[in-house]
């Protein structure tokens, strides 16, 4: 159901009044009429809101259908304005439509009523999406030149001549230069470099239609002595009906990015140094039992001619026996690390070496220190069997000392014994 039109009528003849919306609702146009004769009630009307049109009769005997109009423009510019009088002339007709007046109508001629009331309406709600339209506009564009000066990155536009058309805060701030002493110029202009570096190439590309992949550009500014790394992408600037008119550029600071990337790289190579030169063995493998990396001790424990060699070895095949792999894979599995496993493995020549591995195991690899002990259970074994001899010796002077003691007395008693016998005594001889 079509609602009802809310009029305002500025009428001192109450039947002019019932014959208006008598000839509308004629006309299919439903409508409710105020009316109102007097300047405070019309501005009273007016304050209380709430209206689609305004009739007013050009002269009353109180007030004057121009002065309700500069009222109306001033008060409720959005609601359409129509003269309804009997005596409006041609000029004054003319003057009102100059000042704000939507129509007018004669009262001897109201069967052009209704269309200047459907075409008032519509001018109105023309205007009203024209104004919102507009007003949407606006805010979009202060959205995004919002945007634009509050952007974390940098934000450029081209004009078709590829000279700067927006040069936000951050590029201010990045570079240096304001964007006062940028825009309207060409790029090589103030920044040379662009051309080298493969910047332009990637702007004009935009320009003729393509997006470019992020590229990664060292910079350097003599002006300003603004040094860095940035991630430039340049891609078309279209219009509304998708004609290219510029190119649009964003730029990234990625110096710290670069640097960290730089201290991770030196720290990298100092730690691989560590471990390339390291005196234990290091390695990375995979579960089932490929090498992925092994430094040079682990090549000298193992007897292998270089790293390429052993990385082609079958880690299994460094175990004398298989128990001693699955016992220590599984206590891996199970504990995530084996902080202690000693074994013996045979080298690439075939000489048994007794190693300790301690390995963790994570994010699916394993990652071990070897450590050839060897030597130190060969030195163990020397040393447990110098004590052993030195306890046979030890056992051995204890039993001498015991029968030198019994010796003693028993030569003891025989000289005593020698001593007294006579020269001649035949005992003499066996004695001695």
């Known amino acids: 159901m079509m609602q009802r039109l809310q009029l305002l009528n500025l009428e001192d003849n109450a039947h002019d009044t ?90 001897d001629k109201l069967i052009r009523l209704a269309p200047a009331v459907r075409r008032a309406l519509n001018e109105a709600d023309e205007k009203k999406e024209h104004k919102s339209a507009e007003q949407a506009l606006l805010e979009a564009s202060r959205f995004n030149r919002q945007i634009i000066e509050c952007a974390q990155e940098g934000l450029i536009v081209y004009g078709p001549d590829l000279k700067y058309r927006v040069w936000n805060p951050f590029m201010e701030q990045l570079t240096g230069l304001s964007a006062r002493e940028v825009l309207g110029r060409h790029p090589l202009e103030i920044f040379p470099f662009l051309r080298e570096a493969g910047i332009m190439e990637s702007i004009e590309k935009a320009l003729a239609g393509e997006i470019s992949e ?37 730029v990234r600071d990625i110096s710290a990015h670069v640097q960290a990337e730089e201290a991770l790289g030196k720290s990298e190579r100092q730690y691989r140094q560590l471990v390339d030169n390291a005196l234990i063995g290091v390695y990375r493998a995979t579960p089932e039992g490929k090498f992925l990396y092994v430094n040079d001790a682990m090549v000298s424990i193992f007897e292998c001619e270089n790293a390429e060699e052993m990385l082609q070895l079958p880690v299994g095949a460094r175990y004398k026996n298989r128990r001693d792999r699955e016992v220590f894979l599984n206590t891996l599995k199970k504990q995530g690390k084996v902080p202690h496993y000693e074994l013996e493995v045979p080298t690439k020549t075939g000489k048994l070496k007794t190693i300790v591995i301690s390995a963790v195991l994570e994010e699916g690899f394993i990652t071990g220190m070897v450590n050839d002990i060897t030597e130190h259970r060969h030195l163990e074994e020397q040393l447990r069997h110098a004590q052993k001899m030195e306890a046979v010796g030890t056992l051995a002077g204890g039993i001498a000392h015991d029968f030198n003691n019994i010796l003693n007395v028993i030569m003891g008693y025989g000289t005593l014994v020698l001593d007294g016998l006579g020269a001649d005594d035949p005992l003499k001889t066996q004695m001695n």
């Open 18 to 107: 019932e014959l208006i919306m008598a000839t509308l609702e004629e006309e299919g146009l439903a409508c409710d009429i105020t009316r109102v004769e007097t300047a405070e009630d019309y501005a009273a009307a007016l304050a209380r809101g709430g209206f689609d049109l305004i009739l007013a009769d050009y002269r009353l005997p109180s007030f004057d259908g121009m002065s309700a109009l500069m009222i109306a423009r001033e008060r409720c510019p959005g609601i359409p304005f129509i003269f309804v009088s009997g005596s409006i002339g041609e000029d004054m007709a003319v003057e009102a439509l100059k000042n704000g007046a939507t129509d007018y109508v004669l009262k």
């Open 214 to 250: 992020a590229a990664r550009y060292h910079f350097h500014i003599p002006q300003t002595g603004r040094t860095g790394w940035t991630s430039d992408i340049s891609a078309p600037l279209r219009s509304a009906n998708g004609e290219i008119i510029g190119v649009i550029g964003i």
